[in-house]
């Protein structure tokens, strides 16, 4: 190293000397020793020209030296040549000592205020001196010095049992900035009362007074630094000299987190019991403890902004640098010879953070100006180094800070949001009044900001990432919105770390579109990757610094393409970011970004085609799969051979998202043949890759091959996790193979791995669809009665299957109790719970109770307004239903074509059996005007409804009894209407509904018979085709009347003439079928021997 030239020569002269001191020759001293004088002048020289670059001795010492260095000049020898070594060892090892010493300075600088730290659990037993027996019988009766002496003895043994001590008590924190009554001693695990723990302690609030022993307890100040709703642990006392104080623990820093019980994992901790027990259970495998704690420390009026960026400079720099006690290397001066880039960007106080490796590109962090300037002086002049600068501003916290939400307060309601929205906006204007009218050349720095826009940035990142840990999809939309009016309104240009987690809070609520939106307002570009023109909504004002445009911000925009399936657009962007601007995909040229954005950080990386090929995989279409598999052969395999500026080589990820896709349609070779190129690579497969293959064989019909690779994954020492499991699970119970299942659930246990609360659902929906809801109930009870299993009973979709069981076995008042004891157990019920419980009243014939849940569903979804149909119908509430049923045929519902027939049939079996025939019809014209064909479930539920019977009574006794319980009045004009409804639109008539009308003419006999007997004329006529040829080209046929089968009922008195005189009736289309032989033994019990109706015919 440069720093340590002059040092480094003196040592290996003194190493040489001391090997051969016998050697003393004239030119081995004359070459080892130069002129004392002229070493001390040259060292002063450098030192003066810069204070602290070549040297770390202060001035005054080297002048108080400089008399023994004459000493040394005027006379020489081989011990003085001795001596030497002692003070260059000395400068060495100050230079070493330096260095540490700046490095701890600059991380207490930038502590943050989340630390942590690793304390003693077991009690150590410290060794105190004592005395023996004679000693202190000779003490007690010595004089006061001997009383002196054994004070000091006591008070050494307490300072040696403080400092094996961990001196930390903790309290629970509760809503509203509440203290619980009992502390916990961290060293004995006893809750004790605020007066046990302060007994025989020394209470000061004072800075300045720092006895050991004494006590730091937490105060009102900083107590109230927490927010109202807090509800956790903190400090409330330590012990100075404890343990737990020389880790820099303080009164009032909130417990995060504890080590787990095994391993070194941290697990949070908001209760005193919580950290109690973690405590407890961790001392049986460990002696120390990791907590975690978070410092309050929020009181300073003025608050620090910092920024960095980086510049490329060429030699000569023209910049003074110099060594700081505060750890960095700071900017001292400018040269006026310097650069204009230097001269427009770097100011007078300026930090130097880190400098360019000359091999590698890396950056390494500068600790003194020695590292500076040793990297800079291997570059050639001319050369270009990149060095990373720090500037730090200070800003008035209480005119900004104090008008934005903090991080802690996560906003919960509509008023806090307009509130955040309000102090964003103020924030903004302080921001724009705090500027400097002489900052031009700060304002030529590249993405330069105030420090109260800096300020506004920073408080919306914590808010973004406070919402988006929550995973609060409802608010983060609304959140990421206030941020964008916030920035707008100050004038601020977004970094790239805040859009990209304004671009991640989209995504999270899926809304893709706001995502890409967002993106082409904040850059101007087609987040399609194409060259439209885009609309900018807020005019420009909405913009981003040239480095926010990277890698990471463009991975967002290709996840919403990703969430929308749309693969053509995220090829484009990957084009875009490659600069490719002479490529079609979809029909779109492609556009260059080059230069839009940092140059450093542009070209997309394997995660950016990682996200191109889940949105291909997306798509789920044949045409997906394709563009999938070419983005996968197109990425070259993990090697060392690959080169350095071609595509981004494949790593797990892309393999696994590859299967993934594969998986989808079941293509498990093709899956196999990725997993077999995998492990031909460097790369070796995890769990994700085998439970995708599981997937895929599972997909392909192979539940036999997906057993078989959960045995290999396991012969891999993989351990299979709970998502493999339950992959295999489900389709076990989908086969109904429900005992293998249960076997594989035992196989899982053995293993050590818990079923969760899906592997339970998959059991209970399979007993279910396997028409067992008696033991899938049995199943659902015997988890809750378990005291370890009942936790995962706690699930609005196991509460469901259960109520689902009770409705299969018909008992409403099991499933009605099942909803009690899922809202005692905090379990709110969702719409197919409710769905579920609608079913269960109807199998118990609760037909009013099903009416009034299904009117509390709000938004019901289509298989709630399926079952609600039933329910409203049943109940007899039929306006209702044909208002609900209207809803759907103009497409204000979301009901399936089957769903619609099905509430159609109720509708229709309701209303006879109810004697409704006018809602009856009304209901058969809607379904008819709809476009719908009646089936055979439509004709069934007439003849259920009209209680019709398809044959003939075989015994006079059957006869008389049918006709003791004949059908209403009205009934066969229903079914006359059914006959003529059909034929209007030329539809066939189901045989078995055709059987039952005339089964029924014939047990009415009369007049009811004699058109039954028309009707099986018309049925033969219409299947025998007439065409009526005339060459005469002004033979006009006349227009017949027609006669609808409900006119000739009414009115047959005054019709049968007409009959007679040519009129026309409804043809009958009766489809032949396997049922023919009922159809034709129905006709022949209502056929006449005379001749009926001769002068009817077809139309």
Not at 81 to 109: G, H, M, Y
Not at 262 to 290: C, E, Y
Not at 604 to 615: E, F, Q, S, V
Request: aromatic share 6%.
């Amino acid at each position: 190293m440069v720093q340590y030239k002059d040092a480094a020569l003196a040592l290996l002269a003194s190493i040489v000397v001391g090997q051969a001191t016998s050697i003393q020759t004239y030119s081995t001293a004359a070459f080892m020793i130069p002129n004392n004088r002229w070493k001390d002048s040259a060292i002063i020289t450098r030192t003066r020209s810069n204070s602290r670059r070549y040297s770390a001795i202060p001035y005054d010492e080297r002048s108080s030296s400089s008399d023994s260095l004459q000493e040394q000049d005027r006379g020489f020898s081989s011990t003085g040549l001795l001596n030497l070594p002692d003070d260059d060892d000395e400068i060495v090892d100050a230079l070493l000592a330096k260095k540490e010493e700046r490095r701890v300075a600059r991380q207490q600088s930038t502590r943050k205020p989340v630390y942590q730290v690793t304390l003693p659990i077991v009690v150590i037993r410290a060794t105190v001196a004592t005395t023996n027996e004679n000693d202190v019988t000779a003490t007690e009766s010595s004089s006061d010095a001997n009383g002196e002496r054994l004070a000091s003895l006591v008070a050494k043994g307490q300072d040696i049992a403080i400092a094996n001590t961990v001196g930390m008590s903790l309290r629970q924190v509760y809503s509203g900035r509440r203290l619980s009554e009992l502390a916990l001693d961290v060293d004995t695990l006893r809750f004790q009362s605020f007066g046990g723990e302060l007994q025989g302690r020394d209470v000061s609030e004072e800075e300045t007074d720092k006895s050991l022993g004494s006590l730091e307890v937490l105060q009102n100040s900083v107590l109230k630094l927490v927010k109202e709703s807090f509800d956790g642990v903190v400090v409330s006392s330590v012990t100075r000299g404890g343990l737990a104080w020389q880790a820099g623990v303080r009164a009032g820093d909130v417990l995060a987190a504890t080590s787990a019980t095994i391993g070194s994992k941290l697990w949070p901790k908001s209760t005193l019991d919580g950290v109690r027990s973690a405590i407890s259970s961790r001392k049986v495998i460990s002696s120390s403890m990791d907590f975690e704690f978070r410092r309050l420390t929020v009181d300073k009026v003025e608050a620090e902004s910092v920024q960095s960026f980086e510049l490329s400079l060429a030699r000569p720099i023209g910049i003074n640098v110099e060594d700081t006690d505060d750890g960095y290397v700071t900017v001292t001066g400018i040269s006026d010879k310097a650069s204009e880039v230097v001269a427009n960007n770097i100011r007078i106080g300026d930090r130097v953070l880190s400098v360019e490796s000359s091999i590698g590109g890396q950056m390494w962090d500068v600790y003194n100006t020695d590292g500076l300037t040793s990297a800079v002086t291997t570059r050639m002049p001319g050369q270009p180094v990149r060095i990373r600068f720090e500037r730090v501003e200070t800003i008035d916290e209480e005119a900004v800070t104090a008008r934005l939400p903090q991080p802690e307060s996560a906003p919960s309601s509509k008023s806090t949001m307009t509130d955040a929205v309000d102090g964003f906006r103020r924030a903004g204007r302080v921001a724009a009044a705090s500027e400097a009218p002489a900052a031009q050349a700060q304002q030529a720095l590249p993405g330069f900001q105030s420090a109260a826009q800096k300020m506004l940035l920073s408080r919306s990142r914590d808010l973004l990432r406070t919402f988006i840990a929550r995973n609060e999809v409802t608010k983060n939309l609304k959140v990421a919105d206030r941020v964008i009016e916030a920035v707008v309104d100050s004038e601020a240009a977004l970094d790239g770390r805040t859009l990209t987690l304004i671009l991640a809070a989209y995504n999270m609520c899926n809304n893709a579109d706001k995502t890409i939106a967002t993106f082409e307002d904040v850059f101007g570009l087609a987040g399609d990757g194409s060259e439209k023109e885009v609309k900018r909504v807020h005019d420009g004002r909405l913009s981003a610094d040239i480095a926010a445009l990277n890698t990471f911000t463009i991975s967002g925009l290709l996840r919403a393409h990703a969430v929308r399936g749309d693969y053509e657009s995220a090829l484009r962007v990957l084009a875009a970011m490659e600069g490719d601007a002479a490529m079609t995909i979809g029909g779109k040229p492609t556009r260059s970004w080059s230069g839009k954005g940092d140059p450093l950080n542009m070209l997309p990386d394997t995660r950016a085609y990682n996200i191109a090929l889940a949105a291909a995989a997306n798509r789920g279409t044949k045409d997906g799969l394709d563009a999938a598999l070419s983005i996968f052969e197109s990425m070259p395999n993990p090697s060392l051979s690959n080169p350095p500026l071609g595509k981004p080589a494949k790593n797990l990820v892309t393999f696994n998202t590859m299967i993934n896709a594969y998986a989808r349609f079941g293509h498990y070779e093709d899956a196999l043949g990725v997993f077999k190129t995998l492990k031909e690579s460097k790369l070796q497969p995890d769990r994700v890759t085998y439970t995708a293959l599981i997937k895929t064989s599972i997909k392909s019909g192979n539940i036999e091959k997906a057993l078989d690779i959960l045995d290999d994954m396991k012969w891999a020492s993989i351990k299979p996790d709970i998502v493999s499991y339950n992959t295999i699970i489900e389709a076990l119970c989908n086969a109904n193979r429900l005992f293998e299942a249960k076997d594989l659930i035992n196989e899982m246990e053995t293993a050590g791995l818990s079923p969760d609360s899906m592997t339970y659902g998959l059991l209970m929906k399979g007993l279910l669809r396997a028409n067992k809801p008696g033991p899938c109930l049995t199943f659902f009870e015997s988890a809750c009665s378990d005291a370890r299993t009942v936790a995962l009973t706690e699930n609005v979709q196991l509460y469901t299957t259960a109520i689902s069981a009770a409705a299969a076995l018909g008992d409403h008042e099991r499933a009605l109790d099942l909803v009690a004891r899922m809202n005692q157990a905090g379990v709110r019920p969702n719409k197919k719970t409710l769905t579920a419980l609608m079913g269960a009243c109807i199998s118990g014939r609760k037909y009013e109770a099903a009416a009034e849940i299904f009117s509390k569903i709000k938004n019901p979804d289509s298989h709630a307004i399926s079952v609600g149909l039933q329910a409203l119908c049943m109940s007899g509430k039929f306006d209702s239903a044909v208002e609900l049923i209207t809803d759907e045929r103009s497409g204000q519902k979301t009901l399936s074509g089957k769903q619609v027939m099905s509430g159609f049939n109720s509708l229709l079996r309701s209303a006879l059996e109810s004697g409704e025939y006018d809602i009856a019809r009304e209901a058969l014209t809607s379904l008819l005007q709809a476009g719908y064909i009646p089936s055979k479930f439509t004709f069934q539920a007439m003849s259920e409804g009209l209680n019709l019977h398809r044959d003939m009574p075989r015994t006079a006794a059957l006869l008389k009894a049918r006709q003791r319980s004949l059908p209403s009045e009205g009934t066969f004009d229903f079914l006359l209407f059914v006959l003529d409804s059909l034929e209007a639109r030329k539809l066939t008539v189901n045989s078995e509904f055709y059987s039952s009308i005339l089964v029924l003419g014939a047990e009415l006999g009369g007049l009811e018979m004699r058109i039954s007997s028309i009707l099986t004329r018309s049925r033969k006529n219409s299947n025998q085709k007439e065409v009526k040829i005339s060459l005469d080209p002004t033979d006009v046929v006349a227009e017949s009347r027609l006669i609808l089968w409900e006119e000739l009922y009414k009115n047959y008195s005054t019709l049968k003439e007409d009959l007679s005189n040519g009129a026309q009736l409804p043809s009958v289309r009766v489809p032949a079928s396997k049922q023919f032989g009922r159809v034709l033994a129905a006709e022949n019990a209502v056929s006449y021997r005379g001749r009926v109706a001769a002068g009817s015919r077809r139309r």
